[in-house]
């Protein structure tokens, strides 16, 4: 199966510190998005370093795994300002995000993306998924198809704390070769410093 490979250095999403900035303008990122430097490098890295004629194989699958367990372990830096928005780039990256981790192949690195109450109203279960356990329960199943993800068309709306984007992506499963289209709508928020999926649809497309 072939899919993109996603190197992450940091997953820390927060407010900017402005106790101590410099008088200059910060940097569009700063001031936007106000992450933390690990994340700043992580998503130069998913526009640089993304290749989807990567082939998978078990050292990649194991890299992308520890790089996943180590990165929520820096703490984000403190706030001195409610407002957190991100840029529609930052938002579309932390797709991305999630869809590097189901390369790993590991439910329970899925199901940490997500807050800790999230609403996941999956593509292929007619059960709504509102905690860590149910959500693993999905991706338990769903990720033996080898599912790797591409949004073909999408809307992003930005506020303070928030974000969401919705639309069309489609889904090429490793173990058939089957390619699945669907209607998907996430909505991100932030979560002990980290952004995380709060609401996650998907639904195929409508014959």
């Given at each position: ?47 640089i370093t993304a290749d989807s004629r990567r082939p ?59 807050i800790k109450s999230p ?89």
């Amino acid at each position: 199966m072939r899919y993109t490979a996603i190197v992450i250095t940091g997953l820390k999403l927060a407010s900017h510190t402005t106790a101590f900035a410099p008088k200059s303008v910060p940097s569009p990122i700063t001031r936007s998005f106000t992450t933390n430097t690990r994340l700043n490098n992580s998503l130069r890295s998913l526009a640089i370093t993304a290749d989807s004629r990567r082939p998978k194989t078990p050292a990649l699958i194991q890299e992308t795994k520890a790089t996943f367990s180590t990165a929520d372990t820096t703490p984000a830096p403190k706030s001195s300002s409610s407002t957190t928005k991100p840029t529609e780039k930052e938002v579309r990256a932390l797709f991305e995000l999630w869809n590097s981790a189901l390369a790993t192949g590991d439910s329970r690195i899925v199901a940490d993306r997500y807050i800790k109450s999230p609403m996941l109203l999956p593509t292929v279960s007619d059960v709504p998924r509102t905690d860590f356990e149910s959500v693993k329960d999905y991706f338990d199943a769903f990720l033996l198809k080898e599912p790797q993800g591409k949004i073909l068309e999408g809307k992003i709306h930005i506020g303070d704390g928030w974000a969401s984007d919705s639309g069309i992506y489609e889904f090429t499963m490793g173990a058939t070769g089957d390619v699945v289209k669907a209607r998907y709508s996430y909505n991100y928020i932030v979560e002990d410093g980290i952004w995380k999926i709060q609401h996650h649809h998907s639904s195929v497309m409508p014959e």
